[in-house]
């Protein structure tokens, strides 16, 4: 029985701006394959390349090498038929100030072949502005709206043909919680429903949650490709967490994640828990709040990062 077909297949997609003299490779023979259904993770920190392999994907930039498809359909000789699979949310809030949040929906329907008025694709636009809390907002101008309302609009946009293939570039990226738990409750029902996500964030803790798979990019390259549940038990350490309300001594400063006042420190064992607290009895720090903790997303990230070990690449 043959294999299903890859909702998404990146195969030795290479990227190169500028000239022979002043060449910047974005993007360095990256592959790997999201299959149909997944909640598929993309993470990278800034001028990993994330955003420029999702331009490939989205036809808005030409691979200097290699190729990508969407369920099979190459994003460069069938565009029209791959654009049609995929809804993408992007980074930017990009919107026209003329229509109202309805007449939008409409209008970008329109792009996908959806007709306009139609009983069924009314009850769908209905039904977008229910879940992504824009009911209210329905006959509002565009200009009118709040930044978070704008891109509440942008994932409306994105849904209206409903695509099975759904590429979220930073969804909550400076928007209210409110948006993230009404986002990510319609998101993951439209995935267990059947449609492939995949994302893109700084925010580890949503990638963790949600993600069953991860993909990490370092300047330009896969460094990591695993189940999420694997990243976190591959990592090396457990974390000693505590609060901290006078300065780190340096000894410790270099290996702490520190936000405000919670200092947070990878330990291997119980040895090594033990140093890091005499470190700062000798100090004469006194940490409280003190608990032990399994490693989260975000240390895997920074271990990977930092040249720990790569993941099943």
Not at 39 to 46: D, R, S, V
Not at 231 to 254: I, W
Not at 288 to 295: K, Y
Request: glycine share 8%; with cysteine.
């Amino acid at each position: 029985m043959p294999a299903p077909m890859a909702a998404i297949s990146f195969r030795n997609v290479a990227k190169t701006y500028g000239n022979a003299r002043h060449a910047v490779r974005a993007l360095d023979d990256v592959s790997f394959e999201i299959e149909p259904g997944e909640f598929f993770g993309l993470l990278g920190p800034n001028g990993a390349g994330k955003t420029t392999l999702i331009s490939i994907l989205a036809g808005l930039a030409r691979a200097s090498s290699g190729s990508v498809e969407v369920l099979g359909h190459d994003v460069v000789r069938d565009y029209a038929t791959a654009r049609l699979s995929l809804g993408i949310v992007p980074q930017e809030l990009v919107f026209d100030p003329f229509f109202s949040v309805r007449e939008t929906l409409r209008i970008q329907g329109g792009y996908f072949g959806v007709r306009r008025n139609t009983r069924q694709s009314e009850a769908w636009i209905d039904e977008l502005l229910e879940h992504l809390g824009l009911s209210d907002k329905a006959d509002a101008n565009m200009r009118q709206l709040s930044g978070g309302m704008k891109r509440r609009v942008l994932v409306a946009q994105a849904l209206v043909h409903r695509p099975p293939v759904i590429v979220l570039d930073e969804p909550t990226a400076g928007v209210d919680v409110e948006l993230r738990q009404t986002l990510w409750q319609f998101i993951t029902r439209l995935n267990h429903e059947g449609h492939t996500v995949l994302l893109t964030t700084h925010y580890l803790e949503e990638a963790e949650a949600l993600c069953g798979r991860i993909a990490m990019l370092k300047q330009g390259k896969v460094v990591a490709l695993d189940r999420t549940a694997a990243l976190l038990a591959g990592t090396s350490s457990g974390v000693l967490r505590f609060r901290l309300t006078t300065p780190l001594p340096s000894a410790l400063a270099a290996q702490a994640r520190v936000t405000g006042e919670v200092v947070q420190i990878n330990a291997r064992d119980a040895r090594e828990v033990e140093t890091i607290l005499a470190t700062l009895r000798k100090a004469g720090a006194e940490p409280e709040d003190l608990e032990i903790g399994r490693a989260d997303l975000e240390d895997v990230f920074l271990e990977i990062m930092h040249g720990g070990a790569q993941a099943a690449v």
